[in-house]
C-alpha cells in the first residue's frame, strides 16, 4: 500500500514512493514495486518533481537546504550523460567498423607489405620485400639465407630514416652469381650509434579476399596464406 505525506500549509502530497526515492531508502511496500522508472531520466524528472513541491511549500522563515538535492539531481544527470555518451560511442564505433570493411575490400587484387620473412626467387627476379624501423639507424642491413639456412649475401642499405623502406634488389650470391629459383629467408639488421636497433622485414603479398576477425575488424586475406589486420599492412605496391 502506497502512503502519501502532506507538505507545506497548502497541503500538497508528494508520494511516499517519491520520497524513498529521494531520501535514498524503501519501504516495505515500495520494495515490492516494479522495477520500472528507474532510470537516470525518471529519477532526474522524480528529483524535479519533489524540488519544485518543496519550493512551493516551504517554511520562508526556515528556508529548506537544496544542496544536497541539487548535488543528486547533478549527480544522476552526470550518470544520464555518460549513458548518452556510451549508446554514441557505440553507434560510432559500428560505423567506423563498417567503413574500415569498405576500405578493406578496395585492397582485394592490391600488392601490399606487410610483416615476414620469405621472399620467392624466380628467373632472375625476386618478390618485392622491404623493410620497417621505429628510428632512424646509422646503418642497415639485411641477411639472405637460402632454404638450408646458409647466407647467401648480405644487403647493405646504409643510412636509413625511420619508416617503411622498400628494397629492391636483384637476386645474386656475394660473388655476383644469380640466386637459383626458390625460397629465401631475411633479416634485417639496424646499427645506431654501434647499438643494434629494431628493424623488422617486410613481404609482399596479394590480397584475395577480406574477413571479419574476432575482435571485429577487417582482416585481409593474403596470397601467402596469411590474415592481418588493415593496420599491419605496411605500403600498398
Known sequence: MTTNTTIGSSGTTVSQTLLDTMNGTSSSSSSTSSTSGTSASDLQNTFLQLLVAQMKNQDPTNPMDSSQMTSQLAQISTVQGISNLNTSLSSLSTQLTAGQQSQAALLIGSTVLSSGNSITVSSGKTSEFGVTLANSVSDLQ??????????????????????????????????????????YTITATGTINGQQ????????????????????????????GSTVGLTSVAAIL
Open 197 to 224: 636497433a629494431t628493424a623488422t622485414t617486410l613481404t609482399s603479398a596479394t590480397v584475395e579476399s577480406v574477413v571479419q576477425q574476432s575482435s571485429g575488424t577487417p582482416g585481409l586475406v593474403l596470397s601467402n
Open 142 to 183: 639485411v641477411v639472405v639465407k637460402n632454404s638450408s639456412g646458409t647466407i647467401v649475401n648480405t644487403i647493405d642499405l646504409g643510412k636509413q630514416s625511420a619508416g617503411t623502406i622498400p628494397v629492391s634488389w636483384t637476386p645474386t650470391d656475394s660473388s655476383g652469381n644469380t640466386l637459383a629459383n626458390g625460397t
